[in-house]
């Protein structure tokens, strides 16, 4: 085979197998683009409006080349973080857990696999179960067949199984798992009540001894009063990178990364 026609076929088949996590939030980052534009087009015009005066023209031109720049900057920052971000982020998080390698893992509200397929990558002699409601609105492209391929081109398919679930009534016995992890999911549910179910049933199937691990952008606070009720024990809150705090600011605390981790209890609590 030519060398040439080698590295072209080399190229495509690498880009056929390689992992892709979808954007978050995909409305969102559609929206900030679209006023990132218009504001930009606005922008402009006043800059070069023979009908505006000076002071006028000069102030709605600065106004709207604010606007213009978060917007856009949010949009590009948002596809940086689905894209690279996140992807980079997940190691560090999943290192937070004492891992032995034969863990039988739970992924809460798995989406296209990202914290699935690096779990499973630290059981070989265990395995990584995920489930979804699989919601466009929450990340593009999201379908149980997309993170199927996802632990295909990771290589990890033979020890990870994918299920259609609710989070709020999981679909396994009481102490199933050694490690529950969550990643952006429990803030999408707006009633309190909703959000405290679905740390219940996590607890639920969590084995004693087992730990938790969610990653979320709010009610961090909720999370960690909760798994201090259910006698979870070592349970942190972690927000120590200086990105985070950067990440807090710039979107006026509207997005809050940070983690909750804890150790489900020898004799556990596993209601209230």
């Known amino acids: 085979m030519p060398p ?14 390689r992992p892709s996590y979808g954007i978050d939030a995909p409305g969102l980052v ?18 070069h409006a023979p009908w505006l005066g000076g002071v ?22 948002m596809l940086y973080g689905s894209l690279i971000g996140k992807v980079r982020e997940r190691h560090r998080l999943l290192e937070l857990v004492p891992w032995t390698g034969s863990e039988t893992v ?4 798995c989406g296209r696999g990202l914290f699935l397929t690096a779990a499973a990558s630290r059981v070989p002699l265990g395995r990584a179960v995920g489930i979804d409601l699989w919601l466009a609105k929450d990340q ?7 993170t199927l391929a996802n632990a295909r081109a990771e290589g990890v398919a033979d020890r990870v199984e994918v299920l259609t679930a609710d989070a709020r009534q999981l679909p396994f016995a009481d102490d199933t798992f050694d490690v529950v992890v969550s990643h952006w999911v429990v803030h999408n549910l707006d009633k309190p009540s909703d959000r405290l179910r ?10 004693p001894g087992g730990w938790l691990l969610i990653a979320d ?14 006698d979870f024990i070592d349970v942190r809150y972690i927000v120590s990178r200086f990105w985070d705090q950067v990440r ?7 997005f809050r990364p940070g983690t909750v981790i804890g150790r489900s209890h020898d004799f556990k609590k596993v209601s209230l």
Do not use: C
């Open 217 to 230: 952008i709010e009610n961090h606070a909720e999370y960690v009063s909760r798994l201090k009720a259910l």
């Open 30 to 47: 559609k929206t900030f683009f679209f006023i990132g534009t218009g504001a930009l087009v606005v922008a402009l015009t006043a800059a």
């Open 106 to 109: 739970l992924d809460v509200g």
């Open 248 to 254: 807090a600011l710039i979107t006026f605390r509207t």
């Open 198 to 207: 679905v740390l219940d049933e996590m607890a639920r199937v969590l084995k």
């Open 56 to 77: 006028l023209a000069l102030a709605l031109s600065a106004l709207t080349w604010l606007v213009a720049v978060y917007a856009l900057g949010m949009g590009f920052y």
């Open 4 to 17: 040439l026609k080698f590295v072209a076929e080399a190229k495509s088949h690498l880009k056929r197998h």
């Open 140 to 146: 593009s492209g999201n379908r149980l067949g997309a």
